[in-house]
């Protein structure tokens, strides 16, 4: 009877242990003495913040990037839901002195790479087409009402960019918005040789929110080594907010210099 005890302990003591791992893998504060305080929180200047709104129009992009239905058919991302994610990417970084020393010492230097790409796309003209040299002269009306409407509802600018056999093309968005849906619009007009999302060139660090638990896992990702060729080395922190609070859910990926 005394055997059998031990050896049911010893079972229990084997399907604990790798739970107590998981448990400081998944909670790393557990066990982390925080060295820095409130006071060690440099305020964000206006050139910062923007970088966090363009990061957050990003997430609006990605989400509705996922989407099928949306993909190729919303340009104009909802600015209710960039504004949501906008400040919560303020208020992590206003808590971030809490949320892991490694997370503290790297938050500064995690924004979305690409978010150039929400505001450009590219695209080649014949020139053979005659309509091509209305852009030449500086007049954004071509005579052609599918390209004269896109230009004037999505407000964009044109820069030109002259070849020898055809005309490069640069619109220009003040706004954020989904390229993708943009695009197929200026495609469906037959009237392009190609139209593209503006040159993405290896990889970096992105900041991206996962929903799909009912409440929000922000991921910041920090990547690093040959990123022209698309990064060696990469590491993760996933910031969860649930009910206002914010706190370090998971942190993982390569070793930190």
């Known amino acids: 009877m005394k055997e059998d005890i031990e050896q049911i302990m010893k079972k229990l003591i084997s399907l604990l242990i790798p739970l107590i791992i998981i448990s400081c893998i998944r909670n790393p504060l557990g066990f982390e003495h925080l060295k820095y305080s409130e006071e060690d929180l440099v305020p964000l200047n206006d050139s910062t913040k923007t970088l966090y709104y363009k990061d957050a129009a990003f997430i609006e992009f990605l989400l509705v990037s996922e989407d099928s239905l949306r993909r190729y058919e919303q340009v104009h991302l909802n600015e209710n839901n960039?504004?949501?994610?906008?400040?919560?990417?303020l208020n992590i970084y206003n808590n971030s002195y809490s949320l892991g020393n490694s997370f503290f010492e790297n938050i500064s230097k995690i924004h979305t790479y690409c978010t150039h790409i929400l505001y450009y796309i590219s695209a080649s003209v014949?020139?053979?087409?005659?309509?091509?040299?209305?852009?030449?002269?500086?007049?954004?009306?071509?005579?052609?009402?599918?390209?004269d409407s896109l230009i004037e509802n999505y407000d964009l600018d044109i820069f030109i960019y002259k070849r020898r056999n055809r005309v490069d093309?640069?619109?220009?968005?003040?706004?954020?918005?989904?390229?993708?849906?943009?695009?197929?619009?200026?495609?469906?007009?037959?009237?392009?040789?190609?139209?593209?999302l503006s040159t993405i060139v290896?990889?970096?660090?992105?900041?991206s929110l996962d929903i799909s638990k009912g409440y929000k896992i922000y991921q910041y990702s920090?990547?690093?080594?040959?990123c022209p060729m698309g990064c060696s080395?990469?590491?993760?922190?996933?910031?969860?907010i649930y009910n206002d609070k914010i706190t370090l859910f998971e942190e993982s990926g390569d070793p930190l210099g």
Not at 82 to 88: A, L, N
Not at 181 to 193: D, H, P, S, V, W
Not at 202 to 207: A, F, L, P, Q, T
């Open 82 to 89: 960039t504004q949501e994610y906008y400040i919560d990417l």
């Open 202 to 207: 290896g990889g970096g660090n992105k900041i």
């Open 126 to 147: 014949d020139t053979s087409k005659l309509w091509i040299t209305q852009w030449i002269n500086d007049n954004p009306h071509t005579g052609i009402i599918g390209i």
């Open 169 to 196: 093309v640069k619109l220009k968005s003040d706004i954020a918005i989904n390229p993708y849906a943009l695009i197929q619009k200026f495609q469906n007009t037959g009237e392009f040789r190609y139209v593209s």
């Open 233 to 240: 080395y990469r590491h993760y922190w996933k910031i969860k």
């Open 222 to 226: 920090l990547k690093w080594g040959d």
